[in-house]
């Protein structure tokens, strides 16, 4: 696009010439632009001169437009529509956006989160589109580059002044194992979980190590501990447990999904072990000023606050019925 013409045009009078085409008269245009009469009658002479047109001829009805006139006002009010359009914003209609937004979140956050975020948007935004990422490293960074719109993570220590955060509350973590596992019944140790294999659902490297710094505190790895299994895949994470002997450190509102959950139970830490992750939603401050993401940031926080804890008979002996809810 060449844009050296637009040098040469100064849009107040493009403005000047829309007044002057409804007016059909010098005095009233420079009434509702609040000028004198003769800037207007100066911004006529500017207008002839830029188009190299008279644009207007006197006659016993006052002024009329001339070919050239009538032809640059065909697409003028839409032109200065568009201008005021961008200056102002748009009124925001969530029914009608055909957006799209990018969020990051865990598999096991999704699984508690997303059925009850997605039903609300079916309602109210049908049109929006939702790209959810459950494997991305370096999320903030993301976020300022504007690859990612919203981030459900484990809180960080800190954020810089360039970050939204709204602390969406805290879930305890369970040992999740198939009901019939030799674990069900015992008292539940550090060493004992060693003799039986573990799963590890995904994290990215930050939360892992926010995760740590935050509790001071992760699972104990035994020089001789049984096998891992690392995954991201939840569904397949609850399965490998049904039919296996691995055990999984889950945070506990899983079990609040109980067809996903059927044949597994949640038994609790080792004493003396009290682990808490808390969650955060993250968004950056590029997006302050857009209805949408303000919309969308209010109902994912107002969704949360809303999946309250409800007690359940699949997480045994010290973990209590409050300690199943879903960040909130």
Not at 3 to 21: A, P
Not at 79 to 90: A, F, T
Not at 104 to 117: I, K, Q
Not at 293 to 313: A, G, M, Q, S
Request: charged share 20%; hydrophobic share 40%; net charge negative.
């Amino acid at each position: 696009m060449d844009t050296r013409e637009f040098s040469k045009v100064d849009l107040n009078l493009l403005i000047s010439l829309q007044v002057l085409m409804e007016e059909k008269s010098v005095s009233r245009a420079a009434e509702r632009l609040f000028i004198t009469q003769p800037a207007m009658s100066k911004a006529l002479t500017r207008l002839r001169t830029l188009f190299d047109d008279e644009l207007f001829t006197r006659s016993g009805h006052g002024m009329q437009p001339t070919p050239r006139a009538l032809e640059l006002s065909a697409g003028l009010s839409a032109i200065i529509g568009d201008i005021s359009h961008l200056l102002s914003g748009s009124d925001f209609d969530p029914g009608t956006t055909e957006e799209e937004v990018t969020i990051a979140l865990s598999e096991h956050a999704g699984f508690r989160l997303l059925p009850s975020l997605i039903a609300r948007l079916s309602e109210r935004a049908p049109r929006l589109n939702i790209h959810i990422i459950t494997r991305i490293e370096n999320q903030l960074e993301a976020l300022a580059r504007g690859t990612l719109d919203f981030a459900i993570q484990i809180m960080q220590s800190e954020y810089s002044n360039d970050y939204r955060v709204e602390n969406l509350g805290a879930s305890p973590l369970a040992i999740l194992v198939r009901e019939d596992h030799p674990l069900a019944g015992a008292d539940i140790s550090w060493n004992r979980l060693s003799r039986f294999p573990l799963i590890k659902l995904y994290a990215s490297t930050q939360e892992r190590l926010e995760f740590q710094q935050a509790e001071g505190i992760s699972l104990p790895t035994p020089e001789h501990r049984s096998a891992t299994l690392e995954i991201s895949h939840l569904l397949t994470a609850l399965e490998v447990l049904r039919q296996s002997n691995y055990f999984m450190p889950a945070p506990a509102y899983l079990l609040q999904q109980e067809r996903a959950t059927a044949g597994i139970t949640g038994l609790p830490l080792p004493r003396g072990t009290d682990l808490n992750i808390q969650y955060a939603l993250v968004s950056h401050r590029r997006t302050a000023n857009s209805a949408l993401h303000n919309w969308l940031w209010d109902l994912i926080t107002c969704t949360i606050r809303e999946l309250r804890p409800t007690p359940h008979r699949k997480l045994r002996q010290r973990v209590t019925a409050g300690s199943t809810e879903a960040p909130h």
